[in-house]
């Protein structure tokens, strides 16, 4: 099953600029899970692993991230707060919310192992 996260900040390395983009990627999600990464009409390919970290906007009020083909998610209220805030300053815009409910980003970004 493919994962799809539609507004992303990937990080590749500290000395440049994240890329934002569409990412995709055949769960579960493991080190060495190919991350599909589509921006500025360009298509990018690359092991979980190498992708520093990646930063999305799951919903209204939770941030998901991706750092060593590991994913956590953020849901404390100023833990968000902060990271709306800082990805706005970023990017000059904030980030697109990929889901409607908490239960469709926890099932999209994480999945059990089978």
Known sequence: MVATIKDAMVFLNKDSDPIIGVVSYEKPLRS?????????????TMLSKQAKMLICKLTSNAFGFIVNGHTYLVTDNNDFNYLNKSTKRMLGRELKTCFADARSAKNELIQENA
């Open 32 to 44: 060495n899970t190919l991350l599909t990464i589509r921006a500025n009409g360009r298509t990018l």
